[in-house]
């Protein structure tokens, strides 16, 4: 099922998410809708609190990603990258800080330059609750630290500098009263 997406302004996307277990009510139909909601939308990544619900689970796939000539150096790896992150804790960034152009489908039609480390070392249990600790590098990093800052209650325009957020602040507005044209389902604060 395809559930609306909670736009910029809704507190939901404010609250840090809570832990939940392998019981959790409907986690697998949860998780197959938050798929279909992402692919919808056209997305590779997408957090529950994105979709109303305060929990720590996100969902990732940048196969699409191996197709584009940016990435020929680690396509194989791309290709294969779709993934279930349950209860995740970043445990270690590392290596060169690095820009990269971010969106979100919370935010649609706003795009901006995010600093983010190269390298992340992240602990979670996968749809199996089978506990992994990996690291990760390069775009996946990025995707991956874009979603766990939605599971924290953050998101990318809050790594933006004082001028950009007053810069976005109009276009962030008009976002929360609805006033944006989108190709897929959203719910609005206002």
Known sequence: ??????????????????????????????IDNMFETMYSANGIGLAAPQIGLDLRLFVIDVTPLADDEDYEDIK?????FKRVFINATILEE???????????????????DVKRKDTIVIEYYDENFVKHTETFSDIRARVIQHEYDHIEGVLFTDHLSTLKKK????????ISQGEVSISYKMRFPK
Do not use: H
């Open 94 to 112: 590392s290596g060169e800080e690095w820009k990269f152009n971010e969106g979100c489908l919370s935010i649609p039609d706003v795009r901006e």
């Open 1 to 30: 099922m395809i559930l609306p997406i909670r736009a910029f302004g809704d507190p939901v996307l404010r609250k840090v998410g809570k832990d939940i277990d392998k019981d959790y009510p409907g986690l697998q139909e949860l």
């Open 167 to 174: 810069l976005v602040k109009g276009k962030l507005t008009k």
């Open 76 to 80: 194989d790896e791309l290709a294969e």
